[in-house]
């Protein structure tokens, strides 16, 4: 039996990136993965057919986090398919940099809904099938940005400090249903989300980071599965920082 068999895990964003290797990790350790996405069908469809090994034991969705009834329509549809979700990954995320003074009200809303109202309207679905069950894990993936406040990010920095909030009043309200909640904060990871970084921007940024180079995904996956793990038991409303050192 490997760690999470029999569990269902619910990645958002699961088909590429973060995502993708965090779905992968899990379906190497026994679980049920619904990888979720919202356009990209190339991505997911290179995906499940990358891991065709896996079968029936991944599942793709593809629905928007920032719209609560879409996320109410996926529950209600699994719910049919799976008789339990123990663990919620909260991956899907977007970044749409600009100054404060130019930022958009198009691109501060945008940024928001996806990163932190799809974690509410993800976390608030799940957390109501867990109660049943009296168990679950939710982790989500913030970022080190949230306490960084980088330039050009108020929008991305505050939705990745708004999960951190959001997990801290969520894991207090159901800790007695020993369900746990907590975040990732990634530092600079290997992906397309910061694929728009011109090569003096990267060796710029791999100076200030104390172990001189980005992160992989794998780093990140793994300690997402750590929290997501039965022995992560009496850890809940925390943040682990993945940021080699940043
Ligand atoms: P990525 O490669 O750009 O992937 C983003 C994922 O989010 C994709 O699967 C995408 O789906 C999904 N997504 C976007 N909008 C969505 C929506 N409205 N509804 C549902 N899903 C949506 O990004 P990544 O680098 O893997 O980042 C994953 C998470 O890690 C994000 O929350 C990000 O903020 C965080 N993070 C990343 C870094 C980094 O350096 N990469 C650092 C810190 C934190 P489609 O495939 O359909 O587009």
Redesign the pocket.
């Known amino acids: 039996m490997s760690k999470f068999t029999n569990q269902t895990v619910i990645v ?10 965090i779905s992968e990790s899990f379906l190497k350790e026994g679980a049920t993965v619904i ?7 190339e ?2 469809m290179n995906f499940k057919e990358n891991m065709s090994l896996y079968g029936d034991k991944l599942i793709l969705k ?6 609560m009834l ?1 996320c109410e329509n996926f529950f209600n549809e699994i719910e049919k398919e799976i008789s339990s979700i123990e663990i919620l990954v ?6 749409q940099d600009n100054l404060t003074a130019s930022m958009s009200e198009d691109q501060w809303d945008k940024v928001l ?3 932190l109202k ?1 974690s509410f309207n993800m976390s608030q679905k799940a957390v109501l099938h867990m109660m049943k069950n009296r168990y679950g894990r939710i982790v ?6 949230g306490a960084l406040g980088l330039a050009g990010q108020a929008n ?1 920095a505050a ?2 400090a708004g999960q951190i909030a959001l997990s801290k009043v969520l894991s207090k309200e159901v800790a007695k249903r020993k369900i746990t909640v907590n975040n990732v ?10 694929s728009d970084l011109d090569e003096a921007q990267v060796t710029e940024y791999k100076k200030t980071i104390p172990m001189k180079r ?2 992989s ?1 794998d780093e ?1 996956a793994n300690v997402v599965k750590f929290l997501a793990s039965k022995e992560a038991s009496y850890i809940t409303g925390s943040t682990i920082e993945v ?1 080699g050192g940043l």
């Open positions: 958002t964003g699961g088909t590429r990136g973060i995502g993708r290797g990888a979720t996405y919202a356009r990209n069908d991505a997911a593809k629905f928007d986090v920032s719209s879409a909260n991956n899907s995320g977007i970044r809904d996806i990163n799809g989500n993936i913030s970022s080190i940005g991305y939705s990745k904060a990634p530092g600079f990871i290997e992906t397309e989300l910061i980005f992160g995904i990140v940021s």
